[in-house]
Structures are given as structure tokens and as C-alpha cells.
């Protein structure tokens, strides 16, 4: 049982839309709701990579998040348009053998530095609590060391802000980010929402 939202507007980028998309998750209605995270979804790039993904989930009966990485993750068009929400259950078995249902929700995306996209996120915002300009009036490049294939996201940024024209170098990636499973480059995800504190992490000062 599943529900695929392919809507024009954000439905999994606002906070408050993605925890009613979970929560439906969460009291059984669904086994997994697919929706998108970006500022708009144009059907044309992101249909033929939702194809794989339920064809995987369906005719090859993968786990949901193997079907996304292995769809949306080999995709980078699609993934570049458009982060992937996907709120799903599976069963864990603990240490007394007893298997509990658990749900979450994370978004898989792609960083694109060029794109202001650093990790996959476009509300990074400049650090200087004065100023907080948004991730397009932001130059990212990488800073340092570059490395390669599954360590990737070890690579450290660096940022100069256009607005208050700050500096910064040497930015890590932070924890809660991780690279996804693809073999191809630039692709991450993380759990959605972010907390308070993981939106610290990226600028953003509520």
C-alpha cells in the first residue's frame, strides 16, 4: 500500500505537510508516501525514474528505500530537479526476537555546489546572523582536500555570501548527512524534517 504525491507546489519540503504525510504512515493507512521536496515537479523528468521505483518495490520486491536509491539515486535529472521524500515502515526484530514496525522519513538529494545546493540543500543559508542571505545569493565551492567515491561527503566548502560578502572555509559536512548507497557521485540523504538544531547547522536561525 502506497501513495505517490506528484503535485506541482513543495508537499514534502514544508514542515508541517511532510509530519501529516508521515503520520499517515504511522497509523497504517500507508506502508510508504513518496513526495517530492523541491520548489516545483515537472512530471516529464521525474515520472520515468518513479517508474523504477515502483517497478522495483513491486515486480522485484525490493525495500522501499533500496527501490528509491536504486531509481531516484541512478536518475541525477530527476534528482537534480527534485529532492525525494519517502516516509515508509519497516520491521526491526530486537534482542528478544520480537519484530516492531517502525516508520521514517527521509529525503534523498543531490548536491550540486554550482546550483547553490550544497549537500542537496537549498535552505542553506550564510552563517552571518546578521545577514542570512538565502543559498542563491551564495557561491559555494569545495575547500581543501577533494575526495572521491564513497567518501565524497568528506569534502569540506567553502562559501562567499554576495550579499554581506563574507567568507567562509572550511565547512564539513555535517553528521546528519550522509552519502547515499548509489555508486554515482553527489547523491545524499538525510532524515525530514530537520531539527532546530540540524537547521543551525545550515544557517538557518529561527
Given amino acids: 500500500r ?6 506541482c507546489g513543495s508537499t514534502g519540503r514544508v514542515t508541517k505537510s511532510a509530519k501529516l504525510l508521515k503520520r499517515m504512515v504511522e497509523e497504517d493507512i500507508f506502508d510508504f508516501v ?3 521536496a523541491g520548489i516545483s515537479t515537472l512530471d516529464a523528468v521525474v515520472v520515468p525514474a518513479l517508474n523504477r521505483f515502483v517497478e522495483n518495490v513491486y515486480v522485484y520486491d525490493m525495500k522501499l528505500w533500496e527501490a528509491l536509491e536504486e531509481s531516484f539515486g541512478e536518475d541525477r535529472h530527476a534528482l537534480n530537479h527534485s529532492p525525494v521524500l519517502l516516509s515508509f515502515s519497516d520491521f526491526k526484530i530486537d534482542s528478544n526476537q520480537k519484530r516492531h514496525r517502525v516508520v521514517d522519513t527521509r529525503v534523498l538529494a543531490y548536491s550540486n555546489l554550482q546550483d547553490g545546493r550544497p549537500w542537496g540543500l537549498d535552505i542553506f543559508r550564510c552563517f552571518n546572523a546578521t545577514c542570512q542571505a538565502p543559498a542563491y545569493n551564495i557561491i559555494f565551492h569545495p575547500h581543501g582536500k577533494q575526495y572521491y567515491g564513497k567518501h565524497w561527503v568528506e569534502t569540506k566548502i567553502r562559501y562567499s555570501c ?3 560578502k563574507e567568507t567562509v572555509r572550511g565547512i564539513s559536512c555535517p553528521t546528519w548527512i550522509h552519502g547515499a548507497r548509489s555508486q554515482n557521485y553527489g547523491r545524499v540523504w538525510y532524515q525530514w524534517p ?3 538544531e540540524q537547521q ?7
Avoid: Y
Fill in 2 to 7: 502506497g501513495l505517490v504525491v506528484c503535485s
Fill in 34 to 36: 513518496l513526495a517530492f
Fill in 162 to 164: 554576495l550579499v554581506c
Fill in 194 to 196: 530537520l531539527t532546530p
Fill in 200 to 206: 543551525r547547522d545550515i544557517g538557518i536561525i529561527s
